[in-house]
């Protein structure tokens, strides 16, 4: 008997596309956000405020990650911005060869902005990296405080934590300090909101956190020595 | 979760290595880390069922479950992270990075010779 070396990573079929797809990104200038939560936490009725907004300032896109249908796409149409959906047929999660495809689409739109609603669900989305630059996640007051340490992956890729549904604060034994405390736990350092997509509370600071990665990673390639990045 | 798809890899990550260095596989050591989001049991379930019928069929999987610890930008210290708790146990600061504990990777294989193969005679 003998051991012989393999040292290969199993997560690296996904992340290889990953890397391409940030890569092919970033030379057409293109920000990216994925965005994750529970199901019906509020990712779509997030996208109805925001998009508005941004579509003034930006070219966006939108991939839509579902496991059947177009419903979230639907709603979203309204807005003049290009909405690509992509069905998994039954995976729970969006990954980075399923997202390939219509990255080509996307640049020649001339795409800026790309934000990409994942499937509903705490646990896999945050597994597969798909070649965004950062993850926004929703936590709606009716999932409780807890929840930060049950799910710390997610807590985890997030860079903002939209604390959503606060119109509902009220009606739910929610603790709001505590959830907070929680996540900074978790993640020190991640940026906490809080959110309504009933009366619009903090929608703003949201599109705000945005612009602020968005102009960030803009200087960043900016600054980047001339050459780096490829063109696929 | 979804360790059907990592048993997927698994499998053609020895199959790969294979090529380069034929045996038979008689144990895979998998290193899994505590905050990699996989379960060792669901992971070799999932290989005993993808692997049968296979000449991986058969092959033992060994895990070594690696610790969650830290390294903080501020005092240089690595910790055992407690309670999923990031922030730095020795000078509290925020900033710190996962060390270990992210792993999931194939390490080693230990082969043993091929077994003779019976030839039909013609």
Not at chain 1, 105 to 125: F, K, W
């Amino acid at each position: 008997m003998h051991q012989i070396d393999v040292k290969a990573g199993l997560l690296e079929p996904n992340d290889a596309i990953a890397r391409e797809n940030r890569e092919f990104l970033t030379a057409h200038g293109i920000y990216t956000v994925d965005i994750m939560s529970a199901p019906g936490s509020g990712k779509t009725s997030l996208l109805e405020w925001m998009i508005p907004i941004l579509a003034g300032r930006y070219r966006l896109a939108v991939v839509e990650g579902d496991i059947v249908g177009n419903a979230d796409k639907e709603r979203l149409d309204g807005f003049g911005v290009p909405i690509y959906q992509i069905n998994t047929g039954a995976a729970c999660h969006l990954d980075a060869h399923m997202v390939h495809p219509t990255l080509h689409r996307i640049v020649e739109a001339g795409t800026e902005v790309l934000l990409i609603e994942n499937v509903g669900n705490l646990v896999c989305p945050a597994e597969f990296d798909l070649g965004e630059d950062d993850v926004i996640m929703l936590l709606s007051v009716t999932e409780g405080h807890d929840k930060p340490k049950k799910y710390p992956l997610m807590f985890r890729r997030a860079g903002l934590v939209a604390i959503n549904k606060v119109d509902l604060l009220d009606r739910t034994n929610f603790d709001l300090p505590s959830a907070i405390a929680s996540a900074r736990d978790v993640h020190p350092g991640i940026a906490v909101l809080t959110t309504s997509c009933r009366t619009g509370e903090g929608i703003d600071d949201v599109v705000a956190w945005l612009e602020w990665r968005i102009a960030a990673k803009r200087a960043a390639v900016d600054a980047a020595p001339a050459g780096a990045g490829s063109s696929t | 979760m979804h360790e059907a798809g990592i048993a997927l890899n698994l499998i053609e990550a020895v199959e790969q290595r294979l090529e380069q260095h034929p045996g038979h596989v008689d144990a895979i050591h998998v290193r899994v880390g505590e905050l990699a989001g996989v379960s060792t049991e669901a992971l070799d379930f999932a290989f005993q069922c993808l692997s049968a019928g296979t000449p991986l069929a058969g092959a033992r999987l060994v895990f070594e479950v690696i610790p969650l610890t830290m390294t903080c930008s501020a005092c240089g210290g690595t910790n055992p992270v407690e309670d999923l708790v990031f922030r730095c146990p020795a000078c509290g600061s925020e900033n710190t990075r996962v060390t270990t504990g992210r792993e999931l990777e194939v390490r080693t294989l230990e082969l043993s010779e091929e077994p003779e193969v019976a030839h039909a005679s013609n």
